[in-house]
C-alpha cells in the first residue's frame, strides 16, 4: 500500500472548471482501479472504474486515466460543480479468496469548489 | 433498498471495555468487509469475509474479531477497546465477479476509546 499521513493533498478549484485529481499506486500486478468520492460524514461512493487493459475510460462528467508505465492514475471532472466537493480516493481492487476483493486506498485527495 | 447498514453510528467507550458494531446489507452480496478510517488516511482492510461461513484477516487485525452471521450480516467485536482503536469504522459489501468487484459502503461508526 501507499505511504499515508496526516495532511490530505489539496485542490481548489473554480466552479464550472475542470479538475485533475492524481493518484499514484504501489502494484504493478494490479488489474482494476476504482475512484472514490468521500463526501463529509458519508462511507466512499463508487465513482468509475478501469481495467488494466484499458487506458481510458469516460462516464458522465468523469474521465479516468490509467498509465501503467509510471503507476499513475487519473480523475478528470468536467465543468466542477459544488457538489463535487469532497476527498477523492483512488484504489487498487485485487482477488482476495474467492469472490472477496482486496481495496488498497491512497491517502486521498480533498476537491474545494469555489464558487 | 437500504444497501449497507451499520449500528451505531456513535459510541464512546472506555478503554478496556467491550463493544460489537453491527453490519447488515439487504443486496444479497456474497462478500462483505470491515475497514477503518484514520484522520487524513485512506481505509486500511481489518476483516472480511469472502463468503457464509468464511472470514479472514485482513491488513489491521489485532484486537478485533468478527462473525459473519449469516449472509446479511457480519458483526465486528472490540473485546478490549484501547484509544488506538479510535477511529471512524465501515462495512462494505460486493458482488460476485472478478471485474465487478466495487465495494458499497454503508456510512460508517464514529467510535472513540477514552
Known amino acids: 500500500g501507499e505511504s499515508v499521513g496526516l495532511h490530505l493533498p489539496t485542490l481548489s478549484v473554480q466552479e464550472g472548471d475542470n479538475s485533475i485529481i492524481n493518484c499514484a499506486y504501489s502494484?504493478?500486478?494490479?488489474?482494476?482501479f476504482i475512484w472514490y468520492k468521500q463526501e463529509s460524514g458519508k462511507g466512499p461512493q463508487f465513482i468509475i472504474d478501469?481495467?488494466?487493459?484499458?487506458d481510458k475510460r469516460q462516464g458522465q462528467r468523469v474521465t479516468v486515466l490509467l498509465n501503467k508505465t509510471v503507476k499513475h492514475l487519473s480523475l478528470q471532472i468536467a465543468a466542477t460543480q459544488p457538489g463535487d466537493s469532497a476527498v477523492y480516493f483512488c484504489?487498487?481492487?485485487?482477488?482476495?479468496?474467492?469472490?472477496?476483493?482486496?481495496?488498497?486506498f491512497g491517502s486521498g485527495t480533498q476537491l474545494t469548489v469555489l464558487p | 433498498n437500504a444497501g449497507v447498514t451499520q449500528t451505531p453510528k456513535f459510541q464512546v467507550l472506555k478503554t478496556g471495555q467491550s463493544m460489537t458494531l453491527q453490519c447488515a446489507q439487504d443486496?444479497?452480496?456474497?462478500?462483505m468487509y470491515w475497514y477503518r478510517q484514520d484522520p487524513g488516511m485512506g481505509l486500511r482492510l481489518i476483516y472480511y469475509?469472502?463468503?457464509?461461513?468464511?472470514?479472514d484477516k485482513g491488513e489491521v487485525p489485532n484486537g478485533y474479531n468478527v462473525s459473519r452471521l449469516n449472509k446479511r450480516e457480519f458483526s465486528l467485536r472490540l473485546e478490549s477497546a484501547a484509544p488506538s482503536q479510535t477511529s471512524v469504522y465501515f462495512c462494505?459489501?460486493?458482488?460476485?465477479?472478478?471485474?465487478?468487484?466495487?465495494?458499497?459502503f454503508g456510512e460508517g461508526s464514529r467510535l472513540t476509546v477514552l
Open positions: 462494505a459489501s460486493s458482488i460476485v465477479g472478478i471485474f465487478t468487484g466495487e465495494l458499497f
Open positions: 502494484n504493478s500486478a494490479s488489474d482494476y
Open positions: 478501469i481495467r488494466s487493459n484499458m
Open positions: 484504489a487498487e481492487n485485487n482477488p482476495l479468496g474467492g469472490s472477496a476483493r482486496q481495496l488498497t
Open positions: 443486496m444479497n452480496h456474497n462478500s
Open positions: 469475509s469472502a463468503s457464509e461461513g468464511t472470514t
